[in-house]
């Protein structure tokens, strides 16, 4: 069974910085794309990055963080940096690996990230 599980989510002022990682586990093949998106209250899920398996990465735009992952490990870090309360949300690590033709996709549990004087 895969699983995902989010960490390093937490209390920050604003102008701070938080660094989130997810490890994947229950999966031996590769996986193609990690990312993480993030969702407010009353506002839907968004992406905020993604990292492939040969580290070519994709930022929404005015992101000010950093993807990075480690394909031998399986995990996937997001460095935050210089926060906002508009950061504020629940971000969730996610997982695809493309296989035969199918697309197989994977959620973490969210990890909760305040912005707060």
């Known amino acids: 069974q895969v699983q995902l599980v989010e960490s390093g989510g937490g209390l920050v002022q604003p102008g701070g910085s938080l660094r989130l990682s997810c490890a994947a586990s229950g999966i031996s093949d590769r996986i193609n794309i990690m990312a993480w998106y993030r969702q407010s209250p009353g506002k839907e899920r968004e992406l905020v990055a993604t990292?492939?398996?040969?580290?070519s990465t994709y930022y929404a735009d005015s992101v000010r963080f950093t993807i990075s992952r480690d394909n031998a490990k399986n995990t996937v870090d997001l460095q935050m940096n210089s926060l906002k309360p508009e950061d504020t949300a629940v971000y969730y690590c996610?997982?695809?690996?493309?296989?035969?033709?199918?697309?197989?996709?994977?959620w973490g549990q969210g990890t909760q990230v305040t912005v707060s004087s």
């Open positions: 990292i492939n398996g040969f580290g």
């Open positions: 996610n997982a695809i690996r493309l296989w035969g033709g199918t697309k197989y996709e994977y």
